[in-house]
């Protein structure tokens, strides 16, 4: 299921939340609990049932090697079922999601032909995958005795965080389950919660995603672009995975306040970032924080020397690169980042005197370029992206700026004022949407510290958000096709 | 303010607002989705696939004009006075025989009082696999379609149709009337005719030394697709009359075939779907590919195959009197008549200034 659905919105979040804290409020902690099991297992499986299998059984192969091992005196004992839970985590996501990628880089290499198998990738698997990693580890070190099945069950499953992050600690997440103070309805948080929420979908719903046609149109036909064209969908993808992103994060935060429960920080206005190693601090904290602990750390860190400590710095990006897609684009865009990073490490005193203003272009520029290997289906056509902003010459095709004619622009257009600026100008609404994209960057404050005023405008606005993206889940589309 | 008095107020715009948002687009239903369109409002109908299906089921009509754009141009004022019916013009641009077929389905199923069709049997598309999907199919809005009323939600809760209300209901304002059926999807007015237009986009293809025969697997396929996605529907309504026609594609098609090899290819594909269609008593099929003179005057179209809307015209008036018609008697002699044509023509002529 996704959040931006009418199902989700209408009936299955108002079902969740009556019931759940229907059952707290008879204390019935433990039927609390299994129905956010359950729900969170049909929102999982909705789209694709046997999804479930694959959830369910990684949830049961894990639980049991942390059992195990909280039982277990032996080191050695331990250290076994450490490695294959681990393994056996590794090799499940390696097998949905990697299997193809290696057999055709086998087959590439090798002329060899073997058959690709086309797995459905389950949803969510990086996310649960790295969760669980975590617990295990954390269990052999003795961390997570006093967790019972249920409890671990919902940690995995929990349905705000389920599909894409943030990355959760038990330790930050178990013990609120357990929270006499968390099992009454609490209206701030319900309000918070719910202006959180509505902001969210927004940012997805309706900036993002029109920022996605421009760049979805822009990278289906790459070699046709101008110059000014090939920046402007560099640019727009830019802005829709921040939007995209960072709106998710917060509908994630703010369903989780709904039902009182807190989920971490995710992402904190990142291209405000002046350094890349501060990029990180920023964009994806959970990710960033898995890495460090579960990978950088346990590879010595920056303790073995200065060496050591960057090839540890690029085992760590190019992990990350590839935990973010099986493509060579994104172990580029990994590698990419290391190298800043190991840069950023190495000349760090002299960043911190260049002037800000500087600093911040830098790293801008940078993320954007590194964002193109990214979104790029290939290498080829992310260097041919380049390519075009170099050579292809000036001008924006009306189709172009077309693109971004969603509803709402459609009716300005037909406004009086609006109707002139659109005829002098036609791609107006293209500048005004990436203007609004800077604006909305840089200059608003995030949804993370936020002490939200209870006054009618806030209220009615939080209305209109919610509304305005609820109608906006369903497009008419216009079919163009003009055959015999 | 109290955060719970703030909780209530969220809940409740946004609960009041949704309401209403459907309330306005189940009454106003610009798409016809639950009813015909209101007296009072003037509607502008412009949009194929959305709103083709509520035509059909909820409008009064016992005629159907249908297919492609090969028949957006016709006029139902004309088609009236000549047959005497009442006529619905819904084609389907760029629409398959299936997706067609689905939608005439639906119609002679919910409206008994159907009497008459008028369907192109278009060239381009004789010879698909009978299951084809169009391109962007996954668009397509099936809610609209289908008998779940869950799925409306689609509908009734969409920005989009909501303007679409706003539209209608400012067009009404000015004082517009709903789109008469003569105007519905007409484009003859937004373009210009003749050979300079016509030859303008027109890429003729590089000659090939070869003829290219009908297999025994494509006609199969002719045969399946001319099968399911026309002559069962055919058979299922024994009283409704069936104007079936081929359209007359321009000289410039033919001359395309030619280059390929591919006018013996073509006639024998027609071949096989008239043998088919001659079968049926309830069928009266037509041909206008031998009004040589229509289809070398490139005057009467804007490409390779679309003709302006005075043929459409014209056409209903030879179905109505019967000129053009193939029977089993003449069928063959036709079929001979456009072959020599068509192979033998001098199409060189048409590049010369």
């Not at chain 1, 600690?169 to 006499?180: A, D, M, R, T, Y």
């Not at chain 2, 919910?110 to 084809?132: G, Q």
């Not at chain 2, 008998?147 to 400012?170: H, M, S």
């Amino acid at each position: 299921m996704l959040f931006n659905s009418y199902i989700f919105m209408l009936v299955f979040l108002p079902i969740t939340l009556v019931i759940y804290f229907a059952f707290r409020n008879m204390e019935k902690h433990i039927w609390a609990k299994i129905w956010l099991i359950a729900m969170s297992l049909w929102f999982y499986g909705y789209y694709n049932p046997s999804y479930l299998l694959v959830i369910l059984s990684s949830i049961a192969v894990n639980y049991a090697c942390s059992y195990v091992m909280n039982r277990s005196r032996s080191d050695k004992n331990k250290r076994l079922f450490l490695l294959c839970g681990i393994l056996f985590d590794i090799g499940l996501i390696f097998y949905f999601k990697y299997f193809d990628f290696f057999i055709e880089n086998i087959n590439a290499g090798f002329g060899s032909d073997y058959a690709l198998r086309n797995m459905v990738l389950p949803l969510g698997i990086s996310f649960f995958t790295f969760q669980q990693i975590s617990f295990i580890v954390d269990s052999y070190r003795g961390e997570t005795a006093g967790y019972s099945l249920i409890d671990y069950v919902l940690f995995v499953t929990f349905f705000p965080q389920l599909i894409a992050g943030p990355i959760v600690l038990h330790s930050e997440i178990i013990p609120q389950f357990n929270n006499k103070t968390k099992f009454q309805v609490n209206y701030d948080n319900m309000a918070e919660g719910l202006y959180i929420l509505a902001v969210g979908l927004f940012k997805k719903v309706l900036i993002a995603d029109t920022f996605g046609r421009v760049v979805s149109y822009g990278y289906f036909s790459v070699a046709n672009l101008s110059s000014l064209e090939a920046v402007i969908v560099m640019l727009s993808y830019t802005f829709q995975i921040y939007f995209d992103f960072s709106g998710y994060c917060d509908m994630a935060r703010g369903i989780g306040l709904l039902l009182n429960i807190d989920l971490p920080v995710n992402f904190n206005s990142p291209y405000k970032a002046k350094s890349i190693i501060e990029f990180w601090d920023r964009w994806h904290m959970t990710l960033t924080r898995f890495l460090r602990t579960y990978i950088y750390f346990p590879l010595g860190g920056n303790r073995k020397g200065k060496i050591r400590t960057y090839v540890n710095v690029m085992v760590v990006f190019l992990i990350s690169g590839l935990w973010h897609g099986a493509n060579w684009t994104f172990i580029v865009w990994g590698g990419l980042h290391g190298i800043a990073n190991c840069l950023n490490k190495r000349f760090k005193n002299n960043w911190d005197k260049v002037n800000g203003i500087v600093q911040w272009v830098a790293t801008f520029l940078f993320v954007n370029l590194a964002w193109v290997f990214f979104r790029a289906d290939s290498i080829r056509d992310a260097i041919m992206m380049f390519r075009r902003m170099l050579v292809g010459g000036g001008g924006i095709s009306t189709t172009f700026s077309n693109q971004i004619m969603i509803p709402e622009m459609l009716f300005l257009k037909q406004l009086p004022g609006f109707n002139m600026m659109f005829a002098k100008i036609p791609s107006v609404g293209l500048w005004f949407l990436l203007i609004l994209g800077f604006i909305g960057v840089l200059k608003f404050k995030n949804c993370n510290n936020l002490k939200i005023t209870y006054t009618w405008r806030k209220a009615l606005m939080t209305g209109v958000l919610l509304v305005w993206t609820i109608v906006s889940f369903s497009e008419v589309s216009i079919f163009l096709y003009f055959g015999f | 303010m109290e955060s719970k008095k703030f909780v209530k107020i969220v809940g409740i715009v946004t609960i009041v607002v949704l309401i209403g948002c459907s309330l306005i687009i189940a009454v106003i239903d610009p798409y016809f989705h639950f009813h015909k369109p209101l007296d009072s409002l003037a509607y502008i109908i412009d949009n194929e696939r959305y709103q083709n299906n509520g035509i059909v089921r909820n409008f009064d009509y016992d005629t159907i004009i249908t297919r492609t754009s090969m028949t957006e141009n016709f006029k139902t004022s004309e088609c009236d006075s000549l047959f005497g019916c009442n006529s619905i013009k819904v084609p389907l641009n760029g629409a398959h025989f299936n997706e067609v077929d689905r939608q005439l389905n639906v119609a002679l199923k919910l409206n008994p009082d159907i009497k008459i069709v008028f369907r192109s049997i278009d060239y381009s598309m004789m010879d698909e696999d009978k299951d084809i999907k169009r391109l962007g199919e996954e668009n397509f809005p099936t809610y609209l379609y289908d008998d779940n009323y869950a799925n409306d939600v689609n509908y009734l809760l969409n920005k989009t149709i909501l303007f679409k209300c706003g539209e209608d209901i400012l067009y009404t304002a000015k004082g517009g009337t709903t789109t008469t059926f003569d105007e519905y999807v007409n484009w003859s007015n937004a373009y210009c005719y003749g050979k300079e237009e016509v030859l303008k986009d027109f890429e003729r293809p590089v000659r090939k030394n070869e003829i290219v025969e009908l297999s025994e697997e494509k006609r199969q396929m002719v045969s399946d697709n001319i099968y399911q996605n026309v002559e069962k529907t055919i058979e299922e309504n024994p009283e409704v009359t069936f104007y079936l026609f081929f359209p007359p594609y321009s000289i410039l098609f033919w001359d395309s075939c030619n280059q390929e090899g591919m006018v013996h290819y073509r006639i024998g594909v027609e071949r096989e779907v008239i043998e088919r269609l001659l079968t049926h008593e309830n069928v009266r099929l037509f041909s206008f590919t031998n009004n040589f003179d229509l289809v070398c005057n490139l005057d009467n179209y804007k490409d390779a195959g679309h003709y302006g809307e005075w043929i459409n015209s014209e056409m209903l008036q030879w179905m109505k009197v019967g000129e053009y018609e193939l029977t089993s008697d003449n069928y063959e002699d036709y079929l001979e008549e456009i072959e020599d044509f068509y192979l033998n023509y001098d199409y060189d002529s048409i590049y010369e200034e």
